[in-house]
């Protein structure tokens, strides 16, 4: 996994709230069998027309809008667990979601991706918002290590909350599957010493 | 200390905890399809990690199959790829499955309870957010990314933090003409569709007590839709009797064990959740959704409502506008063109009794095209065996074979462009069950008087 540690970036407006994983990626894009290239479907209903020009007015189609950040209305990434979303987001070039609240799945996957799900106050999202409606090009920094998030324009500050685990494994590029095969004798010690049991199903 | 049903569980499967409190929790269940799990194994295949514990997970195709002609050969290419890469996957790691053409084939939250898979006391996921539908049995159960599919795949186990608990008791005698279905999406209605985010629910009371464990998968099933981490119901002597026999049970002494166990896992009197509410049964009408997620539903006889907060108008306006409906409408006697009966939250026996018993001797609206999907082969041989099929046909429906149909749109069966389907199923995303579709989740019950009537009415006055 890609490490993350410091992003200074432009970033992306979509003040929708409830933003589904299937908005984000639709099911019927689901067929491929490896992680690349969802990025070009990424928001695809709401980007492009069904005979696939771009919708004018969607915001990933309007080049004022830039940058590897995506700021998007509370409860970003409910429904499917599909990690396909974050593998589209990532894909597309974003390396961290700004939002006042996540889905947990989705949260969880975006981690595994090393996309950044960042949460912010309900305020805080708002002033960004608005920092970005005053100048397309406002700049943020996103300081993993120190766990804050800034606007440039206005010198507004903020911290995030942050798994320390998860946080360990993100300035490290380390993955969950690393630190799992180091536990398999503890895991095989538990398995033999259960209080009860539920036998496999061959 | 009192504990909860929830922290009995999930104390018996951790296996050690990390920096902060993360826990390394053992997982007994494991079931894959074919969409989530690819990537899963390619990520197997590309460290060279073998699956550690073969048996305990089990496989079958339900997204993205056809529900007709499944002896042919699958038409779509890239859908016939993705089924013979879990056929590969599952020969080359030893991972028994239940495709295409197997008895027990069916999606896959409806074949692990009827195979007595899905046990109490078990942590079970799947890379599929209605996992949470096993939580019916008394079992901590949740939907995973594909990431975790391969964790789970490599080492038996995920790293998770405890959720907060909820606890949702529902009290009373239900009224005509409401289902497992309108209680939950009365309760996702009072939640909203992010409630529940941060939490495991526990759902209790004396309604969903004498709900029958069909009705309490239902339940259980939807607790993603308030952004729960997934939902349970205490087990007792109606999971017990459930899960007698099943082929995957626990057999003679082994299943007395296994109950005396089970019955221990109940919460204890004294203890406590984060957050606690609860409903009156009689609060309950039946429910439809009016928007693009499932917190937005009314009783049948509310009004859409207007939108309240301000910070969430241009929301709430962009769905009212996807729908083609306004604050303030009725959604009785509303002109529907579809109905699909079917996905993990209503395609089992009872729902598909339900329909039979309302359409019998009836026919649908002509204008309106009515699709059932069983929730399984095994389901789909019982409805036949008891000639409900016949009375579907009869009726003017489409009864098909098993999958997970136009719940997600992913194979052929999609609703067009600007139409309303009535959907039994758990999710009226914008463009869920195709592009432009307008979904309007209901009950089976609901959907069923929909078809035959063309529009949909109050099945509590039918």
Redesign the interface.
């Given at each position: 996994m890609e490490k993350f540690t410091l992003l200074e970036s432009q970033a992306v407006p979509l003040?929708?709230?409830?933003i589904?994983t299937?908005?984000i990626i639709?099911?019927?894009f689901?067929?491929?069998?490896?992680?690349e290239g969802f990025g070009d479907n990424l928001f695809r209903?709401w980007r492009f027309h069904?005979d696939g020009s771009p919708k004018a007015d969607f915001i990933l189609n309007n080049p004022v809008y830039q940058g590897a950040i995506l700021v998007a209305?509370?409860?970003f990434g409910?429904?499917?667990?599909?990690?396909?979303a974050?593998w589209a987001i990532a894909d597309y070039g974003f390396k961290a979601v700004v939002s006042s609240?996540f889905?947990?799945?989705f949260k969880?996957?975006a981690l595994?991706?090393g996309l950044l799900p960042v949460t912010v106050s309900?305020e805080f999202l708002?002033h960004i918002f608005s920092a970005i409606e005053k100048n397309p090009a406002a700049r943020m920094e996103i300081n993993l290590e120190n766990q804050t998030i800034s606007i440039s324009d206005t010198s507004e500050m903020t911290y995030f909350e942050m798994?320390?685990?998860k946080k360990?494994c993100l300035l490290n590029g380390y993955?969950?599957?690393d630190?799992?095969?180091s536990?398999?004798d503890?895991?095989s010690s538990?398995?033999k010493n259960?209080?009860?049991t539920?036998?496999?199903?061959? | 200390m009192a504990k909860t049903l929830f922290d009995k569980i999930w104390e018996n499967h951790v296996v050690n905890t990390v920096e902060g409190g993360t826990a390394v929790l053992y997982i007994d269940r494991h079931f894959i399809h074919e969409v989530t799990s690819p990537q899963a194994f390619d990520g197997l295949g590309t460290r060279n990690i073998p699956v550690f514990r073969t048996g305990q997970t089990i496989a079958t195709a339900d997204h993205n199959v056809p529900t007709t002609n499944q002896h042919l050969p699958i038409n779509e290419p890239l859908s016939k790829f993705q089924v013979d890469k879990l056929i590969e996957n599952c020969a080359n790691y030893g991972i028994s499955l239940y495709g295409l053409g197997h008895p027990y084939q069916g999606i896959v939250h409806v074949i692990g309870p009827e195979l007595g898979i899905t046990q109490p006391g078990m942590t079970i996921v799947c890379g599929d957010s209605h996992t949470s539908t096993h939580g019916a049995f008394g079992c901590i159960a949740f939907g995973i990314g594909t990431s975790q599919v391969e964790q789970v795949l490599a080492s038996q186990c995920l790293l998770q933090l405890k959720p907060k608990q909820m606890r949702i008791n529902v009290e009373g005698t239900l009224n005509r003409g409401v289902t497992a279905k309108d209680i939950i999406l009365y309760i996702i209605s009072q939640l909203t569709a992010s409630g529940g985010t941060g939490y495991f629910v526990e759902y209790a009371g004396s309604t969903i007590r004498n709900l029958s464990m069909e009705g309490r998968m239902t339940i259980c099933n939807m607790s993603i839709e308030m952004g729960a981490k997934g939902g349970l119901i205490a087990p007792d002597e109606k999971t017990f009797e459930y899960i007698h026999g099943k082929k995957y049970a626990p057999k003679d002494a082994d299943f007395e064990e296994a109950v005396n166990y089970w019955k221990t896992l109940p919460t204890d009197k004294d203890a406590t959740f984060d957050v606690e509410f609860t409903f009156q049964a009689s609060d309950i009408m039946p429910m439809v959704t009016y928007g693009t997620n499932p917190g937005m539903g009314i009783g049948i006889r509310q009004f859409i409502p207007q939108p309240t907060d301000p910070e969430n108008r241009n929301s709430f306006d962009k769905s009212l506008a996807y729908m083609g409906l306004n604050a303030g409408d009725s959604l009785l006697g509303k002109e529907i063109q579809h109905v699909f009966i079917g996905s993990c939250t209503n395609s089992r026996m009872e729902d598909l009794r339900l329909v039979a018993a309302y359409v019998k001797g009836k026919q649908k609206a002509p204008h309106v095209t009515a699709m059932i999907v069983p929730g399984s082969k095994q389901v789909e041989a019982q409805v036949k065996s008891e000639g409900l099929d016949l009375i579907f046909k009869a009726a003017g429906f489409d009864f098909r074979e098993p999958g997970c149909s136009a719940c997600l749109g992913m194979n052929e069966d999609k609703i067009p462009a600007s139409e309303y389907c009535v959907s039994t199923s758990n999710r009226n995303f914008e463009g869920r069950q195709g592009p432009g579709a307008r979904t309007i989740l209901a009950s089976p019950l609901t959907a069923a008087a929909a078809a035959i009537n063309g529009k949909i009415i109050d099945v509590s006055l039918d």
């Open positions: 003040p929708i709230e409830d589904d299937d908005q639709p099911a019927r689901l067929k491929a069998t490896t992680r209903d069904p209305g509370r409860n409910c429904g499917s667990s599909r990690e396909h974050a609240f889905a947990d799945i969880g996957n595994n991706n309900d708002h798994d320390p685990y360990i993955d969950d599957i630190f799992l095969l536990q398999k503890i895991i538990f398995e259960r209080h009860f539920f036998n496999p199903l061959t | -």
